[in-house]
């Protein structure tokens, strides 16, 4: 069942006031999700360019928070269509 969740970065200064809700099935999916988002809206890929974050997920259906280090791996994805 998907939860309410959310998520901050404060080695990017941000705090809970800042946190992003996401829906997400627990805080390891719900810190995924958010990296993928960061990576793919800010285009710097400065996660699964090798630094990580360590990042903060607030469970909202309890308070309960988790500090969470997120790293990724750029992987190699081909198409091919009829020429």
Do not use: F
Not at 4 to 18: A, E, R
Not at 31 to 37: L, S
Not at 47 to 60: E, F, H, N, Y
């Amino acid at each position: 069942m998907m939860e309410k969740y959310l998520v901050w970065c404060p080695n990017q200064g941000s705090g809970l006031v800042d946190g992003v809700e996401i829906k997400a099935l627990d805080p390891n999916d719900a810190a995924c999700i958010w990296a993928q988002r960061e990576d793919s809206e800010s285009a710097d890929y400065w996660i699964v360019g090798g630094s990580g974050a360590t990042i903060v997920v607030r469970d909202l259906a309890c308070d309960k928070e988790i500090t969470l280090l997120v790293t990724g791996e750029a992987t190699i994805h081909y198409t091919a269509r009829a020429a």
